[in-house]
T-cell receptor
């Protein structure tokens, strides 16, 4: 069965600092991988996705993620964090056969002034 | 139109009430989803509709009853809920259930409180 692990429950970074959120997945075939962001009281917004091709994918809001098959990882990065990036971040893996995605438990990002 | 619209945004209901949550999208997506999300937890899948037919029911209690009247609308009918059902209910859509690589478009959710 597919699974997603986000090792960091909570991360705090200073505004302007770089950010990396970790995601590890378990999936038998080529995975479809996603990062979503959720601001308090809101729905989830798709930041970026990977399913083939270039292993470095660019997303919205200045985010990027790198797929590393050898490490079963899909880490999210941003070179300079803004206060508005404070939110909950979810990594997810899509299962075409099952027709649904599995979400990680999420990482809460706090941005210090 | 690239949005999923959910109404109402907030709902307080008693345990004997009947209420409905509504979700609408006009992106031509053929798969629509209901998720339940508790505080500080990831979304939990409840139901999936594909081409207006129920494809997945994740063993959800019968007090939750989904309905897909047409390809743009998704309802969730609520009856005799329990306080533990209080949560954020999210609707999502995707181009096609079988094409998991497209990702989901989520609505902003309905915050449900059962008293």
């Amino acid at each position: 069965a597919q699974s997603v692990t986000q090792p960091d429950i909570h991360i705090t970074v200073s505004e302007g600092a770089s950010l990396e959120l970790r995601c590890n997945y378990s999936y038998g075939a080529t995975p479809y991988l996603f990062w979503y962001v959720q601001s308090p009281g809101q729905g989830l917004q798709l930041l970026l996705k990977y399913f083939s091709g270039d292993t470095l994918v660019q997303g919205i809001k200045g985010f990027e993620a790198e797929f590393k098959r050898s490490q079963s990882s899909f880490n999210l990065r941003k070179p300079s964090v803004h206060w508005s990036d404070a939110a909950e971040y979810f990594c997810a893996v899509g299962d075409t056969n099952a027709g649904k995605s599995t979400f990680g438990d999420g990482t809460t990002l706090t941005v210090k002034p | 139109d690239t949005e999923v619209t959910q109404t109402p945004k907030h709902l307080v209901m008693g345990m004997t009430n009947k209420k409905s949550l509504k979700c609408e999208q006009h992106m031509g997506h053929r798969a629509m989803y209901w998720y339940k999300q508790k505080a500080k937890k990831p979304p939990e899948l409840m139901f999936v509709y594909s081409y207006e037919k129920l494809s997945i029911n994740e063993s959800v209690p019968s007090r939750f009853s989904p309905e897909c009247p047409n390809s743009s609308l998704l309802n969730l009918h609520l009856h005799a809920l329990q306080p533990e059902d209080s949560a954020l209910y999210l609707c999502a859509s995707s181009q096609d259930m079988a094409k998991a690589n497209y990702g989901y478009t989520f609505g902003s959710g309905t915050r449900l409180t059962v008293v």
